[in-house]
């Protein structure tokens, strides 16, 4: 007579333990988006409050209509590989075919329970219960439990009405994930394509400043419009005008460069626009300048900003007219160029103190394009030091890499040199490292040492570059009649990035 209250008693707990594990259940599964783990916590709790011994989740793959295990409680890796069941195979695939749950009170004698996965080497006295993950009409998977049955722990009606409750929540949660998992995937994808969307061969730039710049370049490169760069020392000026030229129509003509700041004052002229034979004291033969070289193609006049004054009007009218004289010559030439000029110095201030024509300063300015330095875009960092490694490895036939720690130094640089003392800290790497592996204590000290970043408030060029593309848009944007989307084909810019900048410079229309 003592059996009836230990019973109830043993009802009762069971219920409690029910009623314990579907609250842990739906817990877990709203603890994150991690699939794996979530359905591994679910089969875990079913085994650990409910003595399931085995348990799996199944997924339907929809592509190769197979299920497979994604959680699995008391099997080994081997036994989850093996665990793979079509449509209508075995007890599990029936389940799914059906969308019925099963029981199998002794899978001993079920010569339908297949055992695939061949963790079960003593089948006698095992049942097993199988029940559809199933939301609405739609099957997603199958979940299963085996399960040894003593008089006291339930049975197995008890298990099946849990175990459909934990299937209907994991359902919900599957189809939650998959929704989740979709619109992760769209802005993986979105994001890629934005990032990838702008790409220059051998130039890199992943971030949105320089993402801008290629866009820039992308849209003038087909024209004939001069360019003008603007960036401090090494940014890419040179680079980005070759990028340029190869990227138009005239690739095929010659890329001439020409550095103003390179030669005195008395040999610009001959160099730029050539001279006859005896145009001036060892003139002994006639020679063609750089302009005449580069027609058809282009010319980069790079440090435009050190034209002497005496040869600005002559520039001038080559970019007014593609005209001019060889030196001691009185016979005009005809060139068709593509004029692209860069400087790092502050053009603006040269023309206010009057050593720069600004009627030259004007024409050059048709598109300004502004290089950020390389502190202000720590994201292209780490791309660029993959890039110079591959580079000055394959170069020298090494295979070193940097470590977490030398990245981490290279983060907190301020590169004062832009990415020319970047890919040149690369070189030297690599040449002279003992070790293949470089981490912070091998590298030279002068890149720990902190320099104020250039976009605080400070003297330096980038700050000026900021006030002045900012004066710029204002110019622009007054001529326009603050039609944005006119100041921006103005400035040869899209009204996506005007609007960007006149966010960041904080312009507003003044009211007078
Ligand atoms: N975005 C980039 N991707 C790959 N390499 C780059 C990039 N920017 C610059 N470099 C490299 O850095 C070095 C310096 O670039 P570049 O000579 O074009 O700079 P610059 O602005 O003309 O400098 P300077 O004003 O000192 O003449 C070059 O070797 C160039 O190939
Ligand atoms: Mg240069």
């Not at 003139?283 to 750089?290: F, L, P, Q, V, Y």
């Not at 921006?488 to 900048?501: D, H, M, V």
Request: proline share 4%.
């Amino acid at each position: 007579m003592k059996s009836t209250p230990n019973k109830k008693t043993d009802l009762i707990v069971r219920k409690n333990r029910e009623l314990t594990a579907i609250l842990e259940v739906s817990k877990v599964l709203t603890t994150s988006f991690d699939l794996d783990k979530n359905l591994l916590s679910v089969i875990s709790t079913l085994g650990s409050l409910l003595e399931m011994q085995r348990g799996c989740v199944f997924l339907l793959d929809p592509l190769s209509g197979e299920l497979r295990i994604v959680a699995a409680h008391g099997l080994t890796k081997n036994n989850i590989e093996k665990g793979k069941y079509r449509i209508g195979e075995g007890i599990v695939g029936r389940v799914l075919e059906k969308k019925i749950p099963m029981v199998i009170p002794n899978i001993g004698e079920e010569p339908l329970f297949l055992n695939k996965t061949g963790s079960r080497p003593e089948k006698d006295g095992i049942s097993f219960l199988c029940v559809p993950i199933m939301l609405k009409n739609e099957v997603l998977g199958v979940l299963s439990v085996d399960r040894i049955y003593s008089k006291k722990q339930g049975g197995v009606d008890d298990d099946l009405r849990v175990l459909k409750i934990v299937a209907s929540l994991t359902a919900q949660f599957i189809k939650l994930w998959e929704s989740y998992e979709e619109v992760e995937k769209e802005k993986e994808d979105l994001k890629r394509a934005l990032k990838g969307k702008y790409s220059i061969e051998n130039v890199i730039g992943r971030s949105d400043r320089m993402q801008e710049v290629f866009e820039a370049i992308h849209r003038v490169s087909p024209s004939k419009a001069t360019v003008f760069l603007r960036g401090e020392s090494g940014t890419g000026k040179e680079l980005f005008a070759k990028a340029i030229h190869y990227m138009s129509p005239r690739s095929k003509g010659a890329f001439i460069k020409f550095n103003c700041a390179s030669i005195p004052e008395g040999l610009l002229e001959s160099e730029l626009f050539g001279h006859e034979k005896g145009a001036f004291t060892g003139a002994i033969a006639s020679r063609s300048g750089k302009f005449e070289l580069a027609n058809k193609g282009t010319i980069f006049l790079d440090e435009i900003g050190d034209l002497p004054p005496t040869l600005q009007p002559k520039i001038l009218r080559v970019l007014q007219e593609r005209e001019f004289e060889r030196v001691g010559s009185e016979k005009t030439m005809k060139v068709d160029v593509r004029i692209i000029t860069a400087t790092s110095r502050n053009l603006e201030h040269l023309v206010s103190q009057g050593k720069f024509r600004e009627d030259l300063y004007y024409r050059l300015n048709v598109i300004p394009l502004f290089l950020p330095p390389l502190c202000d875009r720590g994201e292209d960092i780490p791309v660029l030091i993959d890039h110079f490694l591959k580079k000055f490895n394959q170069e020298n036939g090494r295979s070193v890499v940097l470590d977490k720690s030398a990245l981490q130094v290279f983060l907190n640089y301020n590169w004062p040199g832009n990415v020319r003392e970047l890919e040149n800290t690369i070189e030297r790497l690599v040449i002279m490292s003992p070790s293949e592996q470089v981490s912070a204590s091998d590298l030279p000290v002068s890149l720990s040492i902190q320099r104020p970043k250039s976009s605080g408030k400070s003297t330096s060029l980038t700050a000026n570059i900021g006030e002045i593309e900012k004066s710029n848009i204002l110019n622009a944007l007054e001529k326009t009649g603050w039609i944005q989307a006119k100041a921006a084909r103005l400035l040869g810019i899209t009204p996506r990035q005007i609007g960007y900048k006149i966010k960041k410079y904080d312009i507003e229309e003044k009211v007078v």
